[in-house]
């Protein structure tokens, strides 16, 4: 969510008998064919009724596949130096060897273990900034539909237009919904991902055949793998040990990046909403016309925010990384790991000190004292990442 409260909700045509409301209980049937233009519509006709919980669900879920038809934020997977930033793996290695004529060197003297690190950067995320900003009288109505509220002398306080950055806000509320970022209470916890997003999963996790929108997900390719030093496979009679012998990897060691695909089928549409004319004539805004203005609405904000600040605008980034890389200026409390974790980079906890080992007793003669430090201790996290996204908050 980029403002501090959410949007309003739009208003939309009642298609009820209002003759048939009985002690403020609806018991009519829906019918069609009203026409909502005329004096009679003004000050707020029993006709108009706001957008409920399921109706603003399924704009949302509506907005989000008009945005996927031409997704203007894209993650992709390259080769090296992607710009969402670095997700480092260390582990430990054995230090240097030592070989003495008469006797063991010290632990003070014999070379201390060390770190290797290898950097992933694999995840690269575009934007497609040339989709313009619409205007929304160029397509079928003559003024931004309305919502509850002050609305000058002519409507009383029933009714007004609404503001132009709170209907980008709501279009971005939807976008928000890709990372989890709920602006209402009412909204299911996301669990595997929705349309237009992407998560890192853990390959030994059971990989779901669809997200939360009902589309596939699609691998990417590896963004990541955890190793760790075999602390076993060192031995004293061993010394001089190969410096550096990891466990070997398994699924439970490496992630992969997946997108959220398009649905097969359409979703169903929202209510029309309802906009008002010259004349003050209330209007039902035909579908057309809300589809081709907030197609091309929710693909320019996705890339370029709805104002010049930007904000409504989505960003993904890695929580963790280690150049602290944020295209944005907020952040999200959810990770887009499908449910199965977080990447986790794990390494021995071990000093150089504790794994100070000498070798076997060897001939009198030759240089045959041998020492060397070896990783050693118990496997603890020092690093965890996440892909997570939100829509930039006002600034």
């Known amino acids: 969510m980029s403002l501090a409260q959410p949007a309003s909700r739009p208003l939309k045509v009642d298609r009820r008998n209002i003759d048939l409301y009985q002690g403020g209980v609806d018991t009519g049937s829906n019918i069609s064919g009203i026409d909502f233009y005329g004096d009679l519509t003004k000050g707020g006709a029993h006709g108009l009724a706001e957008y409920d919980m399921l109706d ?36 430990m290695q054995a230090g240097d060897a030592t070989n003495h004529a008469n006797s063991f060197r010290t632990a003070g003297q014999t070379p201390d273990i060390s770190r290797i690190d290898v950097d992933w950067s694999k995840i690269q995320a575009n934007y497609d900034t040339s989709v313009p900003k619409p205007n929304i009288l160029d397509y079928a109505c003559d003024s931004p539909p309305l919502m509850v509220g002050g609305y000058g002398a002519i409507r009383g ?22 990372g989890n970022n709920k602006s209402k209470s009412y909204i299911a916890d996301m669990t595997t991902g929705r349309m237009g997003g992407y998560a890192i999963i853990r390959q030994d996790a059971t990989i779901p055949a669809s997200h939360d929108d009902g589309g596939t997900l699609t691998d990417m390719g590896r963004v990541f793998e955890d190793t760790i030093a075999n602390a076993g496979a060192y031995t004293s009679g061993g010394i001089p040990e ?24 359409a979703p169903p549409p929202p209510p029309n909403m309802v906009y008002v004319d010259a004349d003050g004539g209330i209007h039902e805004w035909g579908l057309a016309g809300m589809q ?104």
Not at 58 to 82: A, E, M, P
């Open 56 to 91: 603003l669900l399924k704009f949302y879920k509506w907005i989000r596949w008009l945005y996927v038809r031409n997704q203007t934020v894209t993650l992709s997977y390259v080769g090296s130096g992607g710009n969402l930033g670095i997700m480092r793996d260390n582990r």
């Open 157 to 178: 306080s029933s009714m007004r237009k609404f503001p132009m950055e709170q209907l980008g806000e709501l279009v971005a509320e939807a976008l928000g919904e890709i």
């Open 242 to 265: 190969t410096k550096d012998q990891p466990l070997a990897v398994n699924a439970a060691n490496q992630w992969n990046l997946y997108s959220m695909d398009v649905p097969t089928n």
């Open 292 to 395: 081709q203005y907030f197609e091309q609405s929710v693909q320019h904000i996705a890339a370029n925010g709805y104002n010049t600040a930007g904000s409504g605008k989505l960003i993904f980034y890695i929580s963790g990384e280690i150049n602290s890389v944020n295209l944005g200026n907020g952040g999200s409390s959810t990770a887009l790991d499908a449910g199965f974790g977080e990447v986790e980079n794990e390494r021995l906890n071990g000093s150089s000190t504790s794994g100070y080992t000498t070798g076997p007793a060897q001939p009198a003669a030759g240089n045959n004292y041998r020492t060397q430090e070896f990783p050693n201790g118990v496997a603890q996290i020092y690093n965890t990442y996440s892909l997570r996204s939100y829509t930039n908050p006002v600034v």
